[in-house]
């Protein structure tokens, strides 16, 4: 539980990538900065489609799914992740789109122009500066 009396309903768990579980479902789902990890050597070669299945399974209909990860260029797909730490954008909407969830929006808002996409996302010319995407997606009610 979250140590602040006003977030008390607020719960941070911590699972092995591929075992997602919630002990209810829950409202929201949020990942930052590792949906890239998936398909990476050191997690496995994990298959994303695992974590958006689990998320699905456990996030009440009409519950958020939100992601935030280091953009790679257009048409990159999973190729950039275990090298420049990057995922294409189009691949991550897909396959979450794939597994049930609606697409409703983005934000630019992490978007950096002076990111060539070309640079892995911890090279001191970029760290903490790279262009990044925010995605929201909803559970169907239904």
Known sequence: MAADKYYGNIV????????LTAPELLDV???????????????????????NKAVFK????GGTYM??????KAGRGLGDTNTLHRVDPA????QVEEAGFRFVGESKVLENPADGLDLPAFAPAIRYHTSQFAYKFVKPAN
């Not at 691949?91 to 897909?94: D, K, L």
């Open 58 to 61: 456990i996030l009440k209909p």
């Open 67 to 72: 992601i935030i990860d280091h953009r790679a």
């Open 12 to 19: 941070t768990e911590v699972q092995p990538s591929n075992e």
């Open 29 to 51: 789902v949020w990942t930052s900065q590792n949906y890239h990890d998936y398909p990476a050597e050191f997690m496995g070669k994990s298959d994303p489609s695992i974590l």
């Open 91 to 94: 691949i991550v909407r897909r």
